[in-house]
């Protein structure tokens, strides 16, 4: 007993249980809403189960890491990440009309899913690395390493990832000090810019944000999932109506369902009750980070804790906006909760680096 005692404690002794356990109800949670989602599709859950696995393992590894080494791994990941990207754009494979994913041989990756966690990396490493002469041209810096991922998702094309991995970015230029009135003149400039932006975007793309106005306009094609959605949510009333009993997952009209648009799965059985609960637990764990990046000891791990922290909350908030119908359908997944081995692996990723700034010997600046 005593032997297993020790082999636990070394096994968790730079994991947040606080945190841990926050992320192991929510996965739970969407092994539960999986489960109705897919028919009770066994196979479907086993994978999942599988991909849950393999992010905590990586978690724990990167939980392990010292704070030192994860620093030194920002500029070579940005590297890395960043010729995968011009990979994708030279020789990537076309599905649906959209080249983002790069034949490596043995595999196929999506290299921005990489740059989610590359991107606040870098740009905490070079703000820490110019924390004491910080000036406008150091932003105008950090905002040039933003910009060139971000430019190369975007002609992929994948809208989502990349509105996702700008709101990381800025994240970090904002937690780094940049000036209310930037900000304000940045707004002002890209609200001036909203022309030219709609006249350069995908017919697609175009057709999502006429939706999000009147999904009614075509509720065969382009409203579709906004409408059913929709409609799953509020049948769900205030109970719901009950686990594997909702009428719009499992008669087949609800897109997606085990993906994107799990919510409303989840919307439809458990109700206004269900949701509450959902939103308390996912409250939990952001407090927690939020803890974390409150604890950080300098620039370089602050700005990091703050990203993750607040680019998880921009998840949980586009998913839930694109299903209830307040926001355009960008093919974002609900964290921790959603079917997929990709995001899930990137959001534990992120929290195992949240755990290494917990529990590791504060870095000193020398």
């Keep these: 007993m005593i032997e297993i005692k020790k082999i636990w404690h070394y096994l968790t002794r730079y994991m947040d249980s606080f945190l841990l356990i926050g992320i192991l109800i929510l996965m739970a949670v969407g092994l539960i809403v999986l489960y109705s989602a897919t028919g009770a599709n066994m196979s479907r859950v086993s994978n999942q189960i599988i ?3 393999v992010a905590l393992v990586i978690m724990w590894l990167v939980a392990n890491i010292p704070l030192q080494q994860i620093m030194r791994l920002a500029l070579p990941m940005y590297i890395v990440g960043l010729s995968l990207l011009i990979g994708v754009a030279l020789f990537g494979e076309i599905n649906n009309g959209a080249r983002r994913w790069l034949n490596i041989g043995v595999t196929r990756i999506q290299p921005s899913e990489l740059m989610k966690i590359a991107i606040p990396l870098m ?5 820490d690395k ?3 002469t910080l000036r406008l041209k150091d932003y105008l810096g950090a ?8 430019l190369l998702i975007l002609r992929q094309p ?6 996702l991995i700008a709101a990381s970015g800025f994240y970090v230029l904002f937690l780094a000090g940049l000036s209310w009135r930037i900000i304000a003149g940045l707004v002002i400039t890209v609200a001036a810019s909203l022309p030219v932006f709609w006249s350069i975007m ?3 793309q175009r057709r999502r944000i006429m939706t999000l106005l009147d999904p009614s306009q075509d509720p065969l094609g382009a409203g579709y999932h906004t409408i059913q959605s929709t409609i799953a949510i509020g049948s769900g009333g205030v109970v719901g109506k009950g686990w594997q009993n909702g009428t719009q997952a499992q008669l087949d009209f609800l897109p997606e ?3 994107d648009f799990i919510f409303a799965v989840f919307s439809e059985e458990f109700g206004l009750i269900g949701n509450t609960i959902l939103l308390f637990l996912y409250l939990i764990v952001i407090a927690r980070c939020m803890v974390i990046t409150a604890n950080a000891s300098t620039q370089f791990t602050r700005l990091i804790a703050g990203s993750i922290t607040l680019t998880f909350f921009t998840y949980i908030f586009v998913n839930m906006g694109m299903v209830s119908g307040i926001l ?13 081995g990709t995001s899930m692996v990137t959001m534990l990723l992120g929290f195992g680096i949240l755990m290494s700034i917990q529990t590791h010997p504060k870095l000193i600046k020398t």
């Design 202 to 204: 995908h017919d697609y």
């Design 328 to 340: 355009p359908i960008v093919g974002v997944p609900l964290p921790l909760i959603s079917y997929g």
């Design 143 to 150: 905002t040039i390493l933003l910009m060139l991922p971000v």
């Design 257 to 259: 369902q085990s993906t």
């Design 123 to 127: 740009m905490a490493w070079y703000f």
């Design 51 to 53: 991909n849950m696995l």
């Design 130 to 132: 110019h924390e004491i």
């Design 158 to 163: 994948d809208l989502g990832t990349a509105l």
